[in-house]
């Protein structure tokens, strides 16, 4: 299936939906992070990630990227921090990938189930400029499922992904399953926090899979806006050492 069939289908089906009670939300931070990645040096990278989403039950559509300094030998794949493949020390200011994600989700609200899960695709729009090692230059398919038991004292949840990479003339990207292992936790009806172990595989041979613990606070200041703090550790090559960063979001009902 091409990328512009994948767009279509996607249009067809949100269109021959009903969609109730559209909401849009805005969202805007920052992080930090370095790691070696494997390499013989560290990667440092700041990014100002942003994403815009527009959800009407059951369907959710998410435009999300980042602008990125990147200074080492490491580079990005996939809009997230990758194995390095350009060993040449770099730095660099730019774009990364764009990501185009649609999901289905089973209930509108927490307190209409006891389960609730989503399945959807994510598209890596290659936005991001190969030679500064900020992409891959190609488009990528990602299969996502999440499934989430909804308590009122804590909500367990696991996602997984299969990510369809695609290859530039120069080399060949591996497919790659990923998952997340998590909990969610209601302190207030205004705050919660979060903790998750999440791995995936390399995307080559000779990188490194990854394996990361994150950490996250989230605070509901009204109706409409929150803010999120987050920091997370690796544990293994394809990891950064530490990642801390913020995020705000705003939403209204359209």
Same mark, same amino acid.
């Given at each position: 299936?091409?990328?512009?069939?994948?767009?279509?289908?996607? &249009? =067809?089906?949100?269109?021959?939906?009903?969609? %109730?009670? /559209?909401?849009?939300?805005?969202?805007? +931070?920052? *992080?930090s992070?370095?790691?070696?990645?494997?390499?013989?040096?560290?990667?440092?990278?700041? &990014? =100002?990630?942003?994403?815009?989403?527009?959800? %009407?039950? /059951?369907?959710?559509?998410?435009?999300? +990227?980042? *602008?990125?300094?990147?200074?080492?030998?490491?580079?990005?794949?996939?809009?997230?921090?990758?194995?390095?493949?350009?060993?040449?020390?770099?730095?660099?200011?730019?774009?990364?990938?764009?990501?185009?994600?649609?999901?289905h989700?089973?209930?509108?609200?927490?307190?209409?189930?006891?389960w609730?899960?989503?399945?959807?695709?994510?598209?890596?729009?290659?936005?991001?400029?190969?030679?500064?090692?900020?992409?891959?230059?190609?488009?990528?398919?990602?299969?996502?499922?999440?499934?989430?038991?909804?308590?009122?004292?804590?909500?367990?949840?696991?996602?997984?992904?299969?990510?369809?990479?695609?290859?530039?003339?120069?080399?060949?990207?591996?497919?790659g399953?990923?998952?997340?292992?998590?909990?969610?936790?209601?302190?207030?009806?205004?705050?919660?926090?979060?903790a998750?172990?999440?791995?995936?595989?390399?995307?080559?041979?000779?990188?490194?899979?990854?394996?990361?613990?994150?950490?996250?606070?989230?605070?509901?200041?009204?109706?409409?806006f929150?803010?999120?703090?987050?920091?997370?550790?690796?544990?293994?090559?394809?990891?950064?050492?530490?990642?801390?960063?913020?995020d705000?979001?705003?939403?209204?009902?359209?």
């Amino acid at each position: 299936m091409t990328l512009k069939n994948v767009f279509v289908f996607l &249009g =067809i089906t949100m269109a021959g939906s009903v969609l %109730a009670s /559209p909401t849009l939300k805005f969202s805007a +931070g920052g *992080y930090s992070s370095q790691g070696d990645y494997g390499l013989s040096s560290d990667t440092q990278i700041q &990014g =100002i990630p942003v994403s815009a989403q527009y959800r %009407a039950w /059951p369907w959710k559509l998410k435009l999300s +990227g980042s *602008y990125v300094h990147l200074k080492g030998p490491g580079t990005l794949e996939d809009a997230d921090l990758g194995n390095g493949s350009q060993f040449r020390i770099k730095d660099v200011y730019g774009f990364g990938d764009t990501s185009v994600t649609i999901e289905h989700e089973s209930v509108s609200r927490p307190a209409a189930s006891r389960w609730y899960w989503s399945s959807g695709i994510r598209i890596k729009l290659p936005t991001g400029e190969r030679d500064k090692g900020l992409g891959t230059g190609e488009a990528d398919l990602e299969p996502r499922f999440m499934l989430m038991w909804l308590n009122e004292t804590w909500r367990p949840y696991v996602r997984v992904k299969y990510t369809i990479r695609g290859n530039p003339d120069d080399r060949k990207l591996d497919n790659g399953f990923g998952a997340t292992l998590g909990v969610d936790v209601p302190v207030n009806p205004q705050v919660r926090v979060g903790a998750q172990v999440s791995g995936r595989e390399s995307s080559t041979s000779t990188g490194h899979d990854r394996l990361d613990v994150l950490m996250t606070s989230t605070v509901k200041w009204d109706s409409s806006f929150s803010s999120t703090v987050y920091a997370s550790g690796g544990l293994k090559e394809g990891s950064a050492d530490y990642l801390f960063g913020v995020d705000f979001s705003y939403s209204f009902k359209l």
